[in-house]
């Protein structure tokens, strides 16, 4: 059973930064990909970056390009969420998710994550 426990969220002010950690545990993730989700209140879940394990490959959304970096830690099956330059838009409950990889041309959807983690908030005021 793969647990996926994010941390690292908060309140920051507008152009600040946050790192967020998602703890994998219950599996070898060489085999998986592990992308970051986000959700706005009121609004659908939206896809932020995803790494493939092993290889390393990202994709980042367009918005979050230049200010988000995704990175891996394989000894502590950590994965993290570096985000600078926040902006109040920014602000939602941030996911982390994994999956057996699969096309890289899905990885920037939801629907096709398994393992979930339980969110952390992320608010970025004016």
């Known amino acids: 059973q793969v647990q996926l426990v994010e941390s690292g969220g908060g309140l920051v002010q507008a152009g600040g930064s946050l790192r967020l950690s998602c703890a994998a545990s219950?599996?070898?993730?060489?085999?998986?990909?592990m992308g970051w989700f986000r959700q706005a209140s009121g609004k659908e879940r939206e896809f932020v970056v995803a790494?493939?394990?092993?290889?390393?490959?990202?994709i980042y959304a367009d918005s979050v390009k230049g200010r988000f970096t995704i990175s891996r830690d394989y000894a502590k099956n950590t994965a993290y969420l570096q985000m600078n330059s926040l902006k109040p838009e920014d602000t939602a409950v941030y996911y982390c998710?994994?999956?057996?990889?699969?096309?890289?041309?899905?990885?920037?959807?939801?629907?096709?994550?398994?393992?979930w983690g339980q969110g952390t908030q992320v608010t970025v005021s004016s």
């Open positions: 219950g599996r070898t993730f060489s085999s998986y990909d």
């Open positions: 790494i493939r394990w092993s290889s390393g490959i990202t």
């Open positions: 998710a994994a999956r057996l990889i699969m096309s890289t041309a899905t990885m920037t959807r939801p629907d096709g994550y398994y393992y």
